[in-house]
């Protein structure tokens, strides 16, 4: 394996285990949604939101131009929200306080399955590691991410330097 594949890799892992856990409370939370006007379809169990939509469950909060949600019937809590803009934008804050933020101009949130799927110039970024790719995926309880090029963009990763504390930097 060639040296810069192995550094990649290796740093994709540190920026994964930085991930912290999402508030463990949010899905047992209500989903509140806020927007200038709103259509449902009750034959498809479909709610459709438009004109600066926001959708807030415990911490996590979407903003978007447009929002979709379908509830199978009969089973609440198995929600599938679709959300637009340009871009899209996701956050939510980690059991340790960190806020996780994430965009890109389609967002599919799977409320039972607590999943995230972002989709067109994503981008998901937490204490300023960063992922960006056509595709990102991200199952919030099991903290698994998974982001995807295109054929016009390569994946990237950032990675911010560790900050020593003063008596660590001290005792150097």
């Given at each position: 394996?060639?040296?810069p594949?192995?550094?990649?890799?290796?740093?994709?892992?540190?920026?994964?285990?930085?991930?912290?856990?999402?508030?463990?409370?949010d899905?047992?939370?209500?989903?509140?949604?806020?927007?200038e006007?709103?259509?449902?379809?009750?034959?498809?169990?479909?709610v459709?939101?438009?004109?600066?939509?926001?959708?807030?469950?415990?911490?996590?909060?979407?903003?978007?131009?447009?929002?979709?949600?379908?509830?199978?019937?009969?089973?609440?809590?198995?929600?599938?929200?679709?959300?637009?803009?340009?871009?899209?934008?996701?956050?939510?804050?980690?059991?340790?306080?960190?806020?996780?933020?994430?965009?890109?101009?389609?967002?599919?949130?799977?409320?039972?399955?607590?999943?995230?799927?972002?989709?067109?110039?994503?981008?998901?970024?937490q204490?300023?590691?960063?992922?960006?790719?056509?595709?990102?995926?991200?199952?919030?309880?099991?903290?698994?991410?998974?982001?995807?090029?295109?054929?016009?963009?390569?994946?990237t990763?950032?990675?911010?330097?560790?900050?020593?504390?003063?008596?660590?930097?001290?005792?150097q």
């Open positions: 394996m060639k040296r594949l192995v550094k990649a890799l290796a740093g994709a892992m540190l920026l994964f285990s930085h991930y912290s856990l999402a508030l463990s409370s899905t047992e939370q209500p989903i509140y949604i806020e927007s006007s709103q259509h449902l379809d009750m034959a498809t169990n479909t459709t939101f438009t004109q600066d939509v926001v959708l807030t469950q415990g911490s996590i909060k979407i903003l978007a131009d447009k929002l979709v949600v379908i509830r199978p019937q009969g089973q609440e809590g198995d929600e599938t929200i679709e959300a637009f803009g340009k871009p899209a934008t996701f956050e939510q804050t980690m059991d340790d306080g960190k806020k996780l933020h994430g965009e890109a101009y389609k967002l599919r949130y799977e409320v039972g399955n607590e999943f995230l799927k972002m989709s067109t110039n994503a981008m998901l970024e204490a300023g590691n960063q992922v960006e790719g056509n595709v990102i995926t991200y199952q919030i309880d099991k903290q698994q991410l998974v982001a995807e090029s295109d054929s016009n963009k390569r994946v990763t950032i990675l911010q330097p560790t900050t020593k504390s003063p008596s660590e930097s001290e005792s």
